[in-house]
Nanobody
Framework: QVQLVESGGGLVQAGGSLRLSCAASGRTFSSYAMGWFRQAPGKEREFVAAISWSGGSTYYADSVKGRFTISRDNAKNTVYLQMNSLKPEDTAVHYC????????????????WGQGTQVTVSS
């Protein structure tokens, strides 16, 4: 069992940066691939980025590639999402998720989800 708690969301102007954190409970954090997803009002939840259990592999949605960076610190049971050059279309609730399988862009592959943190980008 893994519990996930996101933090770091907020209101930022376009072009600004935010760093999201996701703290995980449990001693098996390093066994999980981790992902970030987001959901804007009236839209389906979509993939943002994922990282393998070791941190050696990462995968990004085309919409955030080159602007966002996912990383993890297994000693701190935490995964991060550094978001730079933010755009109004990045406005959404951002969720972290944990998967016992390989990193994936599919919601169905993730076993545990956090409660989400709101990111709002003003133009």
């Amino acid at each position: 069992q893994v519990q996930l708690v996101e933090s770091g969301g907020g209101l930022v102007q376009a072009g600004g940066s935010l760093r999201l954190s996701c703290a995980a409970s449990g001693r098996t954090f390093s066994s999980y691939a981790m992902g970030w997803f987001r959901q804007a009002p009236g839209k389906e939840r979509e993939f943002v980025a994922a990282i393998s259990w070791s941190g050696g592999s990462t995968y990004y949605a085309d919409s955030v590639k080159g602007r966002f960076t996912i990383s993890r610190d297994n000693a701190k049971n935490t995964v991060y999402l550094q978001m730079n050059s933010l755009k109004p279309e990045d406005t959404a609730v951002h969720y972290c998720a944990a998967s016992l399988r390989t990193l994936s862009d599919s919601l169905d592959e993730y076993d545990y989800w956090g409660q989400g943190t709101q990111v709002t980008v003003s133009s």
